[in-house]
């Protein structure tokens, strides 16, 4: 079973030794995502919509990149840093998963490597 590492392009994957996603066979598992823009910087600040559709947007590229599929995702783990608004970052999430509903836990955590950060996401796939 060959491995296929597939990098986002963020720089502290190097650093840090990790890699955006990676395939086994027909498995993919995706590493806590936060909203990081293009330019490296925290998207959507103070916006838990707009962050949470930050991270899918760049999960549902690297599950491309790994030959995978939306449709493919069988479990996310959405980590808040308020619990409280949980249905702003369910609305982003319903709007990738609506029609898949893979298994979904939503948890509160107490804080993120950046403070502006209010969202991470992890996702497991299994490629059909």
Avoid at 32 to 37: F, L, Q
Avoid at 85 to 98: L, T
Wanted: charge should be negative; charged fraction near 25%; include cysteine.
């Amino acid at each position: 079973m060959a491995r296929k590492n597939v990098s986002s392009g963020s720089p502290m994957e190097k650093p840090i030794g990790f890699s955006r996603a990676v395939r086994i066979a027909n498995l993919i598992s995706i590493a806590g995502t936060a909203p990081i823009g293009d330019d490296g910087s925290t998207a959507c600040l103070g916006d838990v919509y707009g962050q949470t559709y930050c991270c899918l947007s760049i999960i549902h590229k690297a599950i491309q990149d790994a030959g995978g599929k939306l449709s493919d995702v069988i479990r996310t783990r959405v980590m808040l840093t308020d619990i409280s608004r949980w249905e702003e970052a369910a609305k982003a999430h319903g709007e990738f998963f609506s029609e898949i509903c893979p298994a979904c836990t939503f948890v509160e955590v107490s804080r993120f490597i950046k403070e502006d950060w209010l969202v991470e996401i992890e996702v497991d796939c299994v490629v059909t």
